[in-house]
Nanobody
Framework: QVQLVESGGGLVQAGGSLRLSCAAS????????MGWYRQAPGKERELVAM???????NFVESVKGRFTISRENAKNTVSLQMSSLKPDDTAVYFC?????????????????WGKGTLVIVSS
C-alpha cells in the first residue's frame, strides 16, 4: 500500500503564505494523480487541488490564483504552495493519492490519504 505524510501546516495571518508538503512511501508506483483536500469545521471535505502524472492541474475556484500545486519527477511528493491566505482557508488539509493497484479492465482505482495537517488563518 501507499502511506502519505503531510507537513507544513500551522498558524498564519491573513494574507500570508504556507507551503504544504506530502511525502508518499510504500508502493509509490501505484500512484496516479495526487492532490489536496481540506475539511473546515462543520463542512464536508472538499477537493482543493489535484495534479496528474503529466502535471495537469485542477483547482477549486476559491483558490485559483492563490494556490499552486506541484509534484517531483519521482512522483512521490506533492506540494501545495498557498499564498494570500484567507480565514476561509482554515481547515485540516489532507494529502490524497489516487492509486491504480492492478492492471485491469475496467480500470480499478483506490485512494490513499494522509492523516491531515491543520492550517489556521487568523484575521
Amino acid at each position: 500500500q501507499v502511506q502519505l505524510v503531510e507537513s507544513g501546516g500551522g498558524l498564519v495571518q491573513a494574507g500570508g503564505s504556507l507551503r504544504l508538503s506530502c511525502a508518499a512511501s510504500g508502493r509509490t508506483v501505484m500512484i496516479d494523480s495526487m492532490g489536496w483536500y481540506r475539511q473546515a469545521p462543520g463542512k464536508e471535505r472538499e477537493l482543493v487541488a489535484m495534479i496528474s502524472r503529466s502535471n495537469v492541474t485542477n483547482f477549486v475556484e476559491s483558490v485559483k490564483g492563490r494556490f499552486t500545486i506541484s509534484r517531483e519527477n519521482a512522483k512521490n511528493t506533492v506540494s501545495l504552495q498557498m499564498s494570500s491566505l484567507k480565514p476561509d482557508d482554515t481547515a485540516v488539509y489532507f494529502c490524497n493519492a489516487v492509486l491504480e493497484p492492478v492492471v485491469s479492465f475496467p480500470r480499478k482505482f483506490d485512494n490513499a490519504w494522509g492523516k491531515g495537517t491543520l492550517v489556521i488563518v487568523s484575521s
